[in-house]
């Protein structure tokens, strides 16, 4: 099964800031990545979805890389702000056409 | 347009006691999810819906997890007898198709503790 390893640690950055979030994953590439934005108590989010031979997807402040020879995407905030803080979530489908989850990674954006 | 609905948002129950959770996804999604999720982790998926088929039920605990999708539209999980390890947030989303393509909407998600 599809392993999926995400920085479990919190990110501090300064407002203005670019935050990058890595979501690396173990064995065979998906055709789709998602993107997921959780904050406390509430379910997560859809933010952004990019396919296998798309290197890279753009949205507003967002943008994902996705690089298939490193098992790695990419999650960037530019021109971070307090109220992008959230936990972030990767999720890779699983070739029994359902999404596996990351356990997130927590970014806390400073003023 | 309205969201995911779950009710309850919060539950505290005695070990050994039963459970339900409800979940109406949003109208004209024909898949419904169940995930599981604890603290720190990310959604677990334990059951999925086609209409009123569940098509992925893999990861239900089925001895003392059931669920149910009648009429293809409201979803309940039930938990019976829930033990001390289910304490978790359970989550129901809804997508307009199966495919792993879809975004999935979310809903708040239903507290359990269990003492």
């Known amino acids: 099964s599809q392993k999926i390893e995400q920085n479990s640690e919190a990110l501090n950055i300064q407002e203005g800031k670019t935050a990058t979030l890595t979501c690396n994953y173990t064995?065979?590439?998906?055709?789709?990545l998602q993107w997921y934005r959780q904050d406390p108590g509430r379910g997560p989010v859809f933010l952004l979805l990019i396919r296998e031979n798309e290197k890279e997807k753009r949205k507003e402040r967002l943008k994902v890389t996705f690089d298939t020879t490193l098992k790695q995407s990419l999650f960037h905030i530019t021109a971070s702000q307090p109220a992008d803080s959230a936990t972030y979530l990767c999720a890779l489908d699983n070739a029994g056409n359902m999404l596996t989850f990351g356990g997130g990674t927590r970014l806390m954006v400073k003023p | 347009e309205a969201g995911v609905v779950q009710s309850p948002r919060y539950k505290i129950i005695e070990k050994k006691q039963p459970v339900a959770f409800w979940c109406n996804p949003i109208s004209g999604h024909n898949t419904l999810y169940w995930y599981l999720q604890n603290l720190g982790q990310g959604p677990e998926l334990l059951i999925r819906?086609?209409?009123?088929?569940?098509?992925?039920d893999s990861q239900l605990p089925k001895d003392r997890f059931s669920a149910e999708r009648l009429k293809g539209v409201d979803s309940t999980l039930k938990i019976q007898p829930a033990e001390l390890g289910d304490s978790a947030v359970y989550l129901c989303a809804s997508s307009l198709g199966g495919s792993s393509y879809n975004e999935q909407f979310f809903g708040p998600g239903t507290r359990l503790t269990v003492l």
């Open positions: 819906y086609e209409n009123e088929e569940a098509v992925d």
């Open positions: 064995n065979y590439s998906p055709a789709y």
